[in-house]
């Protein structure tokens, strides 16, 4: 509380977490107080690796229902221990060994990967070198897409191993007159959504090329600036649903995705790149049925916007 009366999110805050994290010592909390989480995927998770909301800190709940979700709140708790003693990440990505990796010598202490990292994993010493913890990393790949110097890389995904994936794209000649699109696609729900669409035997435009990456968070700008370069007529990034009700995995990655497009688009308009060639959507797999749509959509403006120029280059 204060002299102006308690506020539901003072109320609610524990302030006795103490932790030592550039973002401050408690968790970051939603519009009510209680703890930011993954509604739907992982309830029990906060936004601090390690910790687990339980009961009426997680949502409104009585005492008989806290008991119960206390128990699964235990269960996760486990789970982290277990996983983190074999240097493995957590929830979503169980299994993972690697670690972003910092090529600290071209570090420009800009301070994007340790302010845009949302579980908060990278603190800083006094000069803005960016400290990481591994122990509190989830893996998403966000501080790799931040890093305006592509310093920040994993053993198993990195800037250079999408840059090839795009350039082993087969880009059509001008006179094939069928466009070619490329799809950064989310592994979490726009991945599955597409293999949904697939399993149940609807059809999708030819013209699709699909790249997977961790979160949209982690697409780096320069990702764009070689889809485009290449020849290739328009980018799709597909992800989570990003603002109040987010169903990103990793909380802000898609958000961090929209903006850093935003400042993209400027640049393509300069560039005599017409901004509309890259676009961003936001699905669920239960959306899979909207995949077909969302393509044809998307190719019907490219083919209104004819070839990209740099197409032969
Ligand atoms: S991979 Fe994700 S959780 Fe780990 S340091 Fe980078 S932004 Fe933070
Ligand atoms: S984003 Fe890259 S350049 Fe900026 S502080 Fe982090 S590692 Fe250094």
Known sequence: SNDEGPKGEDILRSNLLNLAYRQGPEMPTLKYGFADSHFICFPYETRRTGIYAAGSV?????????????????????????????????????????????????????????????????????????????????????????????????????????????????????DEEKPRIVIFACENDAIPAIDMAGINHLKYNAWVRVIPVRCLGSMNIVWIADTMSQGIDG???????????????????????????????ETLNRLDLESDRVRMEQISIMDYDKIPAILDGFAERLEELGPNPYKGF
Do not use: W
Not at 241 to 254: A, L, M, P, V
């Open 58 to 174: 997680r949502m409104p709940m009585d005492a008989a229902s806290s008991i119960e979700d206390a128990t699964g709140a235990a269960m996760k708790a486990i789970q982290c221990t277990e996983l983190s003693a074999l240097g493995s990440a957590l929830h979503p990505r169980v299994g993972d060994l690697s670690f972003p990796d910092f090529a600290m010598s071209r570090c420009t202490q800009c301070k994007r990967c340790t302010v845009e990292c949302p579980f908060g994993a990278i603190n800083e010493d006094d000069k803005f070198n960016p400290l990481p913890n591994p122990t509190r990393c989830r893996r998403c790949g966000i501080c790799m897409g931040a890093c305006p110097e592509r310093i920040i890389s994993f053993k198993n995904y990195a800037v250079p191993m999408i840059g090839n994936m795009i350039k082993a794209i087969e880009v059509p000649d001008e």
């Open 235 to 265: 980018i799709l990034l597909l992800g989570c649903k990003h603002g109040d009700d987010y169903q990103c995995h990793f909380i802000k990655g898609s958000e961090l995705a929209e903006t850093r497009l935003s400042k993209v688009s």
